[in-house]
């Protein structure tokens, strides 16, 4: 098992461009979430999905898209990225009912 | 505003000394989780209380609940450099929230 792999690890962006964060789980979890990070500000929920073809937003869902096609996968895009949005981005996956998330490496974004 | 606020932010100790981190808030969760994360790294679960009042206990390291659940508290006995890193609480209500996290450094 891989776990919860998440690409890039590293992305450098200017104000304005979009792009796609990867993450994929092979454990079979059905409820998956991405989240980032901001120093002195612990990890804040951005959206999550409890299964394929069911999402939801978190607390700072603003300026972010999520879909979930598959069980797997959990693609996060932004459309227009602003320099607020530099941060790390974790994702994170589960089973339901159990309290245990596992999460990914992370993703750091810079956005110029 | 932060849901959860850990105390104390930046924490320099000794190894061999005992230290403990808190995370407290003015709300009720269902549960509480405490997670450690190493640099480049994403968070690794280290235990759930669930009960108000509830102590566990993972070697060397003691985990406590708030009677009224809204807040924590991680107590490490005797560190060693290895417990050097990021301990975040997150607690439970209709989602999980993550407190402001506590960075501690282990000298030998």
């Known amino acids: 098992n891989a776990g919860v792999t998440q690409t890039p690890k590293f992305q450098v962006l200017k104000t304005g461009q979009s792009m796609t964060l990867q993450c994929a789980q092979d454990?079979?979890?059905?409820?998956m979430s991405w989240y980032r990070q901001d120093p002195g500000m612990g990890l804040r929920l951005i959206h999550y999905?409890?299964?394929?073809?069911?999402?939801d937003q978190g607390e700072v869902p603003n300026g972010y898209n999520v879909s979930r096609s598959t069980t797997e996968d959990f693609p996060l895009r932004l459309l227009s990225a602003a320099p607020s949005q530099t941060s790390v981005y974790f994702c994170?996956?589960?089973?339901?009912?159990?309290?245990?998330?596992?999460f990914g490496p992370g993703t750091r974004l810079t956005v110029l | 505003t932060q849901l959860l606020e850990q105390s104390p932010q930046f924490l320099s100790i000794q190894e061999g000394e005992n230290l403990t981190v808190y995370c407290n808030s003015s709300?009720?969760?269902?549960?509480l989780q405490w997670y450690r994360q190493e640099p480049g790294e994403g968070p690794v679960l280290l235990v759930t209380?669930?009960?108000?009042?509830e102590v566990k206990k993972l070697k060397r390291l003691t985990f406590q609940f708030g009677d009224a659940r809204k807040d924590s508290s991680l107590h490490i006995t005797a560190a060693q450099t290895g417990d050097t890193g990021l301990y975040l609480c997150?607690?439970?209500?209709?989602?999980?929230?993550f407190g402001t996290g506590t960075s501690l450094t282990v000298i030998p």
């Open positions: 994170a996956s589960s089973l339901p009912g159990t309290d245990t998330q596992y």
């Open positions: 454990m079979n979890h059905e409820y």
């Open positions: 999905s409890v299964g394929a073809g069911i999402t």
């Open positions: 709300s009720v969760f269902s549960s």
């Open positions: 209380v669930v009960t108000g009042g």
């Open positions: 997150a607690g439970e209500k209709d989602q999980f929230y």
